[in-house]
């Protein structure tokens, strides 16, 4: 079903965390897995004063860092027996994912989202942007890591919490 599987990293554990269920539908599926990360340089615009020279040195400092990064993170997939391809693009993030998946004829965007409720979609994240824009399929796993309540016996064997 899925031959192409498209995997937005930005260098966050967070983000990362949609790799083993990404690495169990690749081998079912016997899908090409791409690794992409968007250098995205928002503070640019600001600074467009600033020398040339020092804007240049950390564009290639962000693309070296790219390229080690996903290196590293594709070898952890192959050693799970994934064929992994590796991407690094520069812009906006939302934009620059959805159009690689259509220019590389993708199948499927799976990115993980930490999912902030309502806020988030007022204000506009990078998962929601593409889940609404894509014109393929898009997995969104929610990977925020939620604390049950302290039980009543928890409660009273915690110093300073309170009984409400």
Partial sequence: MFKKILVPLDGSE???KILPQVVEMAKCFQAEVTLLH????P????????PTAMLEKAREKEL???S???GEAAKKLQAQGVTVKTGCVEGVPAREIIYYASKNKMDL???ATHGKGEVAWVIGSTAEKVVTH???PVLLARVIEVKPPLLKEEWFATPGVEIP
């Fill in 14 to 16: 967070l983000a990362a």
């Fill in 38 to 41: 968007v250098c995205y340089y």
């Fill in 43 to 50: 503070i640019w615009t600001e600074i467009a004063e600033a």
């Fill in 64 to 66: 070296k860092w790219c």
């Fill in 68 to 70: 080690t990064f996903l």
């Fill in 109 to 111: 965007i799976a990115m």
């Fill in 134 to 136: 894509a014109t393929v």
